[in-house]
């Protein structure tokens, strides 16, 4: 039997409850997750990956009875990746947008999210240089506004371009939106902030799970309810972002 069908036959069992035999290896979900893209995923000071997506994952994780191995990925190739099964699954906000859910499986709402403007005094929506993280709803809005966009790999890059001089503006999703706000690079640039109310920027956040795994979107969206009852998402919630995610 195939290497890959032997691994779905342990994960059908453990994401199932069933019991595998002493010797059986346990079944290894991989996780891909982002980095530079804080507080919902990064390296902390001791190099260890951590974030609000981060120890979701590990919740929904421990939920499910499964060990899961988080592998960054920049935000472009999540969707990519997952679809072509690289991924079991991604521990990264996105919208679920239509074009996502034709090429992956989405899980239930775990939260909402809207897209926060950042600019240099004066700079409006649709004038100046916009630093956009590629892969993301705000880099397909301006691109297709066009918008004289700067392209970037991730969140830090956007800091970056704003700092240096290359960028005028961003666009960035509510959470990461905070913590570009308390970055120290951009403080003393005296950055204007308006919410861009477009229903293209804003709506249901999900996790994206390969479209050949159905059973495991089951399982992630019953782990979902799971740690929202009991109380481990607001805790969670707690530790990296300082208003109540919904």
Known sequence: MARNAIFH????LALAGGALPA???????RVA?????????????AGTLTGFNVEIMHALCEAMNVRCDPVSVTLERVVDAVAAGEFDFAAVSLLATPERRARVLMTRPYYRSISVWFARPGVRPGSG???????????????????????????DGIAAALQQGTADATLLPMATALALQQDPRIRSLGLTTAVLRDPDLAGDVCLSVNPRSPELADRLNEAIDLIKRDGRFDRINSRFIPFRLQ
């Not at 036959?9 to 059908?12: G, H, N």
């Not at 980095?35 to 000071?45: C, E, F, K, R």
């Not at 590629?134 to 969140?155: C, L, M």
Request: proline residues 10%.
């Open 9 to 12: 036959i342990f994960l059908a």
């Open 23 to 29: 010797h059986a290896a346990e079944p290894v979900l």
């Open 129 to 155: 240089r916009v630093a956009l993280v590629k892969g993301g709803v705000q880099h397909r809005y301006g691109t297709a506004h066009a918008w004289s966009v700067i392209p970037v790999e991730n969140h």
């Open 33 to 45: 997750v982002l980095n530079h893209s804080p507080p919902m995923s990064y390296t902390d000071p």
